[in-house]
């Protein structure tokens, strides 16, 4: 349980430093919102090309990729049912909350669990590859709608290659596949460019919880709660199901697909959430409670399985 606690504390102090900084105002007031917009627009998309270009893409297409997609799927269609048809809490809200109860936080958490758990950082790669790949593009365009007030197919068709994160993954995916070898002069940059994609998400995560408390919009509450329940609870276990029973896959594997399904929700759910300007308290609070509470979840179920 090393590296989760040292995943989970890392993560703590960047995060601590956002706020620091917020408090005593070193940065101006809207200086979180400034660093979202480069770690959206030109640092993550440089981490995505260079971690992708170098990937074991056979680890990456493995059996994990369809446990990844059902488990995403069936936690995020749940909570629509629950607050988009039923209690009808609007799309772009629901959007939000249904990202946010099954987005795992695959970059900052995901790879050291793998490492010091799994010995294999490529174990959290399948998830990777699909919430980047399928669940961003559609995520983003839905936004888009959102944002420009109507339906346009063809933005709707275009999305995937117009958002910068995306456009990065795929020549990241296209660069792996052909054996294209990037230049040092351009790979360098991008190594150090993104670089910052996840510490700048982290501070400006911090910034917003400058004088703020979880829960405390009383008609999200109950969105909050039920978003970080589903998050560390029911999505490890659509996991296991799915791993024993549809897929069958091997021990190690299984373990591997449930523990990386208790991760917290990603920080990146916040970014978006930030870039299109929905949704930011009740996203933020999934966040923050899916961070606290998942390293006890992990805790459980490695209990549970016996590791």
């Not at 593009?137 to 109507?150: C, R």
């Not at 994609?197 to 919880?209: A, D, K, R, T, Y």
Request: with cysteine; hydrophobic share 55%.
């Amino acid at each position: 349980m090393l590296g989760i606690l040292e995943g989970f504390a890392i993560i703590g102090v960047v995060i601590a430093i956002g706020y620091l900084v917020a408090r005593i105002n070193i940065l101006p007031e809207n200086a979180g919102f400034t660093l979202n917009r480069f770690a959206f627009f030109v640092a993550m998309p440089a981490l995505m090309y260079t971690t992708l270009a170098h990937a074991d893409l056979s680890i990456v297409f493995s059996s994990r990729l369809p446990v990844a997609a059902w488990s995403f799927i069936i936690v995020a269609a749940l909570y629509v049912l629950i607050f988009g048809v039923i209690l009808r809490r609007g799309l772009g809200r629901t959007t939000m909350g249904a990202v946010s109860s099954a987005l795992l936080n695959a970059n900052n958490m995901g790879v050291p669990v793998a490492v010091y758990i799994f010995g294999d950082a490529a174990q959290v790669a399948p998830i990777l590859l699909f919430q980047i790949i399928f669940v961003t593009p559609a995520l983003l365009a839905i936004m888009d709608v959102i944002a420009n007030g109507k339906l346009r197919v063809k933005d709707v068709l275009t999305q995937p290659f117009r958002n910068p994160l995306v456009i990065g993954s795929i020549l990241g995916i296209v660069a792996n596949a052909t054996g294209f070898h990037t230049p040092n002069i351009f790979e360098q940059p991008m190594e150090i460019v993104g670089g910052a994609g996840i510490p700048l998400v982290l501070v400006s995560f911090g910034m917003s919880l400058r004088g703020s408390k979880p829960l405390t919009v009383a008609d999200q509450r109950l969105e909050t709660l039920v978003a970080t329940s589903f998050k560390v609870a029911l999505m490890p276990l659509a996991a296991y199901l799915l791993s024993n029973f549809v897929f069958h896959l091997d021990e190690k594997d299984l373990i591997a697909a449930v523990m990386l399904g208790a991760l917290p929700t990603a920080q990146n759910a916040y970014n978006y959430a930030s870039r299109y300007q929905q949704s930011m308290i009740l996203t933020r609070d999934i966040v923050l409670l899916t961070t606290c509470t998942s390293l006890p979840a992990m805790l459980v179920i490695s209990w549970l399985l016996r590791m």
